[in-house]
């Protein structure tokens, strides 16, 4: 099973690579963009198909290392594979 | 006293801690593998600057993961001394010894200067030999030093007296124009809410003899071994 991962900065918590492209979508003459935030995708890939196994590991594995609570929030999406 | 350097993968201050405690100070050190998980010998514990794992993923998030950390974190249970500079301030936080995070520079660039750092509490086995709101003139190099915690983390910080060292202007004044990286408050330095773990994004190591520019970061070195002449 693969599972996709998703860390984003949490509201408020400066971004400054999001801020640069920004200014580099400006740049450009776009106009619709307010703001950009950059995050972090992550796939991790299970040998198991135990779906609860796999979303408990993922959970677990998010919350200890591939964010950091203080200033990421996480999501994930498992996708089996065909 | 006996201090340790912690040596992780891509640690590179491991060198400079090392002289500065050893030749400098003339106490007995050693170099410590990551691997090592028994630090019964040890008074202090230094995790030293650098980038570890290459700061993967990010900085200081793997590191705390390291063999070796269960027990530093294990020994500053038990009222060890600990001193986490840079990427070892970012380890810190990384395991929750220190609260708050080090997030990108506000300006995105990779600053190494020499800083003013107002001495704020000096009441610390760190800091006790500098003067009452004493100004240190010691080098920063990072490009993850931006401080941040939450509003109620900040105010446990400042109701502790937990903020050691800030940003200043060479008089001793706060303010936004003294602050390199858009820590919050001014951070540049914290411990802990028993005394004993010490983080900070300044290097002390890198300017503890007069050799080197001025020897401010020495003050901070000394008052860790003074305070076992002390007991």
Known sequence: ?????????????????????????????????????????IELTFDSLDQSLV???????????LANPVIENFDYEIEELT | MRAAIIVFPGSNCDHDAYIAFKKILDQPTDFVWHKETNLDSYDLIVLPGGFS???????????????????????????????????????????GLLPGALTMNKYRQFICKDVNLKVENRQTVFTHLCNEKEVLT?????????YYCSAEELSQLEANNQIVFRYSTPDGNINTEANPNGSIVNIAGIINNTGNVLGMMPHPE????????NSDGKKIL??????????
């Open chain 2, 138 to 146: 010691i080098p920063i190099a990072h490009s993850e030093g931006n």
């Open chain 1, 1 to 41: 099973m693969k599972v996709k991962v998703k860390v984003v900065l949490k509201d408020g918590i400066l971004d400054p690579q999001g801020k640069a492209v920004l200014h580099a979508i400006n740049d450009l003459k776009f106009k619709g963009v307010g703001d950009v935030r950059i995050g972090k995708y």
């Open chain 2, 53 to 95: 794992y290459g700061d993967y993923l990010r900085c200081g998030a793997i590191a705390r993961f390291s063999p070796v950390m269960k027990e530093v974190i294990e020994k500053s249970k038990l009222g060890v001394k600990v001193i986490g500079i840079c990427n070892g301030f970012q380890i810190l936080t990384e395991s």
């Open chain 2, 222 to 231: 000394s008052s860790i071994v003074d305070s076992f002449r002390r007991n």
């Open chain 1, 55 to 65: 979303e408990n590991e993922t959970k677990e594995i998010c919350q200890k290392l």
């Open chain 2, 206 to 213: 890198r300017n503890a003899e007069h050799l080197l520019g």
